[in-house]
């Protein structure tokens, strides 16, 4: 035993201490940590229920991908994973593929891997577009991954070349020799990927909000959510003539 004196202040940190201490050996006894049943288990016992815990473990077990634009790498990649209620099948494939192309436009591979379904659709210099969706207990978990590596390397080569070619002929119109706007041009290729930058955030944000459009129109597919499309059959379109006569039919029946 130690003849130490402790203040209040550090008898309350010392309690608090203790406190979590026993708390992690309630929870853990002597391991590190809890599978995932005695994870359910232990929410149990404080009311959380089975299915509430198990949709946050699916959102915990998603990879997070950076989801903010690099202006230094230029990204040109968007990738996201969502877990959505309703199960994706034979049925309903054709529905969410229809979802697809109305928001991404253009059309795609359609694959059949085992249980899940793909949708990819590839532009050489352009890049390209997967889409994967796998049925998992009742629920859909979608895979996203768009990319458009060739247009970025091309759209920063025509910038900065065609920007450098700018301040030559710019300054060459107004009579300086070219040598100095060869001096100069290396200011235009910079204003030149300036430029490109800008298009390639708008590209970015665009092809982001395209992925979320996604996901969750076709989360409201698979749940039964989506409202059915009311068609109006031109074939029923009445003229001005004929609802007039409707009217006088109607006002001499009266």
Same mark, same amino acid.
């Given at each position: 035993?130690?003849?130490?004196?402790?203040?209040?202040?550090? #008898?309350?940190?010392?309690?608090? /201490?203790?406190?979590?201490?026993?708390?992690? &050996?309630?929870?853990?006894?002597?391991?590190?940590?809890?599978?995932?049943?005695?994870?359910?288990?232990?929410?149990?016992?404080?009311?959380?229920?089975?299915?509430?815990?198990?949709?946050?473990?699916?959102?915990?077990?998603?990879?997070?991908?950076?989801?903010?634009?690099?202006?230094?790498?230029?990204?040109?990649?968007?990738?996201?994973?969502?877990?959505?209620?309703?199960? #994706?099948?034979?049925?309903?494939?054709?529905?969410?593929?229809?979802? !697809?192309?109305?928001?991404?436009? +253009?059309?795609? &591979?359609?694959? &059949?891997?085992?249980?899940?379904?793909?949708?990819?659709?590839?532009?050489?210099?352009?890049?390209?577009?997967?889409?994967?969706?796998?049925?998992?207990?009742?629920? /859909?978990?979608?895979?996203?991954?768009?990319?458009?590596?060739?247009?970025?390397?091309?759209?920063?080569?025509?910038?900065?070349?065609?920007?450098?070619? =700018?301040? #030559?002929?710019?300054?060459?119109?107004?009579?300086?020799?070219?040598?100095?706007?060869?001096?100069?041009?290396?200011? +235009?290729?910079?204003?030149? !990927?300036?430029? =490109?930058?800008?298009?390639?955030?708008?590209?970015?944000? /665009?092809?982001?909000?395209? #992925?979320?459009?996604?996901?969750?129109?076709? +989360?409201?597919?698979?749940? +039964?959510?989506?409202?059915?499309?009311?068609?109006?059959?031109?074939?029923?379109?009445?003229?001005?003539?004929?609802?007039?006569?409707?009217?006088?039919?109607?006002?001499?029946?009266?």
């Amino acid at each position: 035993m130690s003849d130490n004196i402790y203040s209040k202040s550090e #008898i309350s940190k010392i309690l608090k /201490t203790a406190s979590e201490i026993q708390t992690r &050996k309630d929870l853990y006894g002597n391991k590190d940590g809890l599978d995932e049943h005695e994870l359910i288990e232990l929410a149990k016992e404080v009311g959380i229920d089975r299915e509430s815990l198990l949709e946050a473990l699916d959102k915990h077990n998603q990879p997070e991908f950076n989801t903010s634009y690099s202006w230094l790498k230029a990204t040109s990649r968007v990738q996201q994973v969502e877990m959505v209620q309703g199960e #994706i099948n034979e049925e309903n494939w054709e529905e969410v593929v229809q979802e !697809i192309r109305r928001i991404n436009g +253009g059309i795609g &591979k359609l694959i &059949k891997n085992g249980s899940s379904f793909e949708w990819e659709q590839r532009m050489q210099e352009i890049g390209y577009k997967h889409l994967s969706f796998s049925p998992q207990n009742g629920k /859909t978990k979608i895979q996203a991954v768009f990319s458009w590596s060739p247009l970025r390397l091309l759209t920063l080569f025509l910038s900065f070349f065609f920007g450098g070619l =700018a301040v #030559i002929v710019f300054l060459k119109g107004l009579g300086y020799p070219k040598e100095l706007g060869v001096l100069f041009s290396p200011f +235009g290729a910079v204003a030149g !990927i300036s430029v =490109a930058s800008l298009y390639l955030r708008s590209k970015f944000e /665009t092809e982001k909000k395209k #992925i979320g459009a996604i996901i969750r129109s076709v +989360g409201k597919v698979l749940s +039964g959510k989506q409202q059915p499309s009311i068609e109006i059959d031109s074939g029923l379109e009445y003229s001005e003539e004929t609802v007039n006569r409707s009217i006088n039919k109607e006002s001499e029946s009266i």
